[in-house]
């Protein structure tokens, strides 16, 4: 036994499960004498009984303490005093009163009723404060003594529990008050938010990553009501408790102020008050839109679109519909740019469907066109893009993986490693491009092969961590994962002839919808501006106008160029044309904020290093514009010597380079 609470008495509340049962025992073991109320109820606060807190009782006895058992009602004035009196009369006075009793009962705020707010206010705060109420006026007398209020960190606001945060939110106030108010008298109070596994938190609805057990809450509650602590002049503190860690939450005050010269008016509040006093943002909800994208399934969302047969509209239809809609290319345009102007959700299925479909129309066979473009068009199957190397970029000809011939199943076993490969982790299928014929010049030697991606042991995919914190693409490691022989797209060697069918791809359709995302992006930018007064810079303000109209020049050169109109370098001006663009859109979004774009909507932990809003992920992520898909100095190499037919640069002869998306 310790003897850290040697000589003092404590009453603890829900002391008889849980984290108030592990307070109990824990103040026991170090020596305090123990009043250990529980009301014996279930979690919602019904059906009481008196045997829990008894049972805990016998179990400090049983291990050399001292303690008596009150199963009252802390929600009651009669209760709390009950639990003071008990204390005084049976051990002489009381130096520690813990309040841990609550009870949840969950509900959104529109449905809630009032059987279901008020016994968790009465039962959390106001069984806080009739224990507060009793204890501080013997503590008072005695000058000394330590409240402990429990909150959560719910105390920040709660989807379901307006009832519980409200009252953990007032737990907290009734803390300071009372540390406030009782300073004089040489009582302290501080507050404790849990989070341990217990009975309670097994009903909170995320995912918990940090939890620790009701013992980890114990000892820093002993140490709280102990004369260490209040010879630290600990008082009107919250600490967190989670497992190895604990943390002092800091105290409310005013982050930016602004004032007035003269009266407010709601207009000058209107004017004033964005971009300058503006907002904290709230953590909580940052998180909540957070874990709604994980949610988000974006398989089952494929399906749907596969089932109303939205897949595949502009797919050529020569040999059948595949399931999906027939639709000309005006609709296609109409279907697009409606899709993007109602901000659906981004496509898991894109390279499936305008990347691979396209290629098998064109160079696969009947029986690949069968196998393959019936479940693209249903949603079923996920493609991602296996052309990147480590060392085969830019310069794709130069790639190293290999697909050797396997006698045993007549297909061909792949080796070598892709990379920056978008979606691999959710596709079901990679379409690769592997040297077949290591004789063969750099381009005569590759084939394109159809690869599951489902082979463990054989194919691994290790997500790259971008700079945005997210990891939309990754590594793919091949190590003899198998293609069939019937899964060899254009015949053995004719890989580059399809690998630049394929980027030779329509993207006029594709491209228009893009545009009605940046107008969105763009909108939101000049809004940013207007609040934030960049618009009263002159540079700023001729940099948007000029956003602007060069995103009319795209739309006027997607539609001039949508049915293969514009020669052999239009898909390379329209690369350049809108990577740079959006680039200097990404750009914009942060400089119109000034240097509040430099701080990010939370503040930073070593866990969520990455809080971006939507500007800042803008900012970051439209760095990749120019280079995926065939970077800029690669799309000025084709439109100067394919267009302009200007002359070459000289170079050595395998070090041609071609784009990829
Ligand atoms: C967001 C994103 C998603 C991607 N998704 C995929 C995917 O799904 N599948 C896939 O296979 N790949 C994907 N990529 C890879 C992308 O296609 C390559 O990054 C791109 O081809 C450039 O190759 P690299 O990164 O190796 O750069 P390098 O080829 O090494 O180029 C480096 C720099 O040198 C310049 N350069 C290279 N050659 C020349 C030249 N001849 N003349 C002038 N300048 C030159 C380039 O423009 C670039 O600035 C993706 C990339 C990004 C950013």
């Not at 693409?473 to 015949?491: I, K, S, T, W, Y």
């Not at 580059?496 to 763009?522: N, P």
Request: net charge neutral; hydrophobic share 45%.
């Amino acid at each position: 036994m310790g003897s850290f609470l040697a000589g003092k008495v404590v009453a603890v509340t829900g002391a008889g499960r849980g984290i108030g049962r592990a307070v109990a025992l824990g103040c026991a073991a170090e020596g305090a004498r123990v009043v250990v109320n529980d009301y014996g109820v279930s979690v919602s606060g019904t059906e009481p009984s008196s045997e829990v807190a008894e049972a805990v009782v016998k179990e400090i006895e049983a291990a050399g303490g001292e303690a008596v058992a009150v199963a009252d009602d802390v929600s009651t004035m009669a209760g709390g005093e009950r639990i003071v009196r008990t204390a005084v009369e049976r051990f002489g006075r009381l130096d520690g009163v813990v309040c841990v009793a609550g009870i949840l009962r969950e509900r959104m705020l529109f449905n809630m009723t009032e059987e279901e707010w008020d016994p968790v206010l009465a039962t959390h705060l106001k069984g806080t404060f009739t224990l507060f109420r009793a204890a501080s006026a013997v503590m008072r007398r005695q000058r000394a003594g330590t409240l402990i209020g429990f909150t959560s960190g719910n105390h920040q606001g709660s989807v379901s529990q307006a009832n519980y945060a409200s009252a953990k939110g007032g737990v907290i106030s009734l803390v300071r008050s009372a540390a406030l108010g009782l300073h004089k008298y040489g009582v302290t109070a501080n507050c404790v938010a849990p989070v341990a596994r217990t009975r309670m938190s097994a009903q909170v609805p995320m995912e918990l990553t940090e939890i620790g057990e009701p013992e980890d809450v114990a000892a820093l509650v002993v140490y709280l009501l102990s004369d260490r602590a209040r010879e630290q002049e600990i008082t009107g503190q919250v600490y967190t408790v989670a497992g190895p860690k604990i943390a002092v939450w800091a105290q409310p005050r005013e982050l930016r102020a602004g004032y007035a010269d003269g009266p407010w008016t709601p207009q000058k509040i209107a004017d004033f008050l964005p971009g300058t006093i503006g907002t904290d943002p709230m953590p909580m909800l940052a998180r909540l839109k957070e874990m709604a994208a994980a949610a988000w399934d974006g398989r089952a969302w494929e399906r749907e679109l596969g089932a109303g047969g939205w897949i595949g509209l502009g797919w050529d239809r020569a040999r059948g519909d595949y399931g999906n809609r027939p639709a000309t290319l005006t609709q296609q345009v109409v279907w697009a740019e409606e899709y993007a102007r109602a901000r659906a959700p981004v496509r898991l299925g894109h390279i499936g469907e305008n990347l691979l479909a396209p290629t098998l129309l064109a160079f696969g066979d009947a029986a690949q066109q069968d196998r393959f473009l019936p479940p693209i068009a249903r949603g079923e199957e996920l493609w991602c893009q296996g052309y990147s190397e480590p060392e085969a970029g830019s310069d794709l000809a130069a790639l190293r993986t290999t697909a050797v011939r396997d006698p045993g199943t007549g297909g061909y076993r792949v080796t070598g490693q892709k990379i920056w490969t978008s979606l691999a982790a959710e596709a079901d299928w990679c379409f690769v491009l592997a040297r077949t014929d290591a004789e063969a010049s750099l381009h005569r030697g590759l084939s394109f092969l159809l690869v599951p991606m489902d082979q463990p042991g054989r194919i691994e995919v290790r997500p790259i961590r971008q700079l945005t914190g997210t990891a939309e693409f990754n590594e793919v490691f091949f190590d003899g994962a198998l293609a069939r022989a019937e899964h060899l797209v254009g015949g053995a060697g004719a890989g580059w002839r399809v690998a630049m069918g394929l980027l030779a791809v329509e993207r006029g359709v594709s491209t228009l919808a893009q545009q009605i995302g940046f107008a969105q992006e763009l909108a939101r930018v000049v809004r940013l501006a207007l609040d934030s007064g960049a618009t009263g810079d002159p540079v700023l303000r001729d940099r948007l106008v000029r956003q602007w109209a060069e995103l009319q020049t795209l739309r006027w050169h997607a539609l001039h160029t949508l049915a293969g109109a514009g020669g052999p370098g239009a898909p390379s001006v329209a690369k350049l044309l809108w990577g740079g663009w959006h680039q200097r859109l990404g750009e914009l979004a942060v400089q119109v904020r000034g240097a509040a774009a430099a701080l990010g909507p939370a503040d930073w932990t070593e866990d969520r290093p990455y809080e971006l809003d939507t500007g800042q992920r803008l900012f970051l992520f439209s760095r990749a514009d120019t280079i995926y898909g065939g970077s800029d100095e690669i799309q000025r190499d084709i439109v100067a010597e394919r267009v302009l037919r200007l002359p070459r640069e000289p170079r050595p002869a395998r070090d041609r380079k071609e784009p990829q998306p």
